[in-house]
Nanobody, 116 residues
Framework: QVQLVESGGGLVQPGGSLRLSCEAS????????MGWYRQAPGKQRELVAL???????NYADSVKDRFTISRDNAKNTLYLQMNSLKSEDTDVYLC??????????WGQGTQVTVSS
């Protein structure tokens, strides 16, 4: 089991940028897949981006060319750089860690609000 703590959310104007961080409690992030989901009240959770243990990445079509996922193994931290933010990006963003044979761990979420 690993504890995940997100940070970096907040209020930003349309067109602005934010960088989310997700720090893991143990130095194991390089062994599994990590990623970000987002969810609004009453809506289904949506996968935003993921990065595998080999460094491969995948993005939702709605965020391609605007968001970048990365990982710093030395800091046990996952990042999501979000540029050109739109009002429809407003959501709670949750990071997760997944490893074959183990349960998936989730962070508590960080609110991102894009509004003028």
């Amino acid at each position: 089991q690993v504890q995940l703590v997100e940070s970096g959310g907040g209020l930003v104007q349309p067109g602005g940028s934010l960088r989310l961080s997700c720090e893991a409690s143990r130095p194991i992030i390089s062994l599994g897949t990590m990623g970000w989901y987002r969810q609004a009240p009453g809506k289904q959770r949506e996968l935003v981006a993921l990065i595998t243990n080999s460094g491969s990445t995948n993005y939702a079509d709605s965020v391609k060319d605007r968001f970048t996922i990365s990982r710093d193994n030395a800091k046990n931290t996952l990042y999501l750089q979000m540029n050109s933010l739109k009002s429809e990006d407003t959501d709670v963003y949750l990071c997760y860690y997944s490893r074959l044979g183990f349960r998936t761990d989730w962070g508590q979420g960080t609110q991102v609000t894009v509004s003028s």
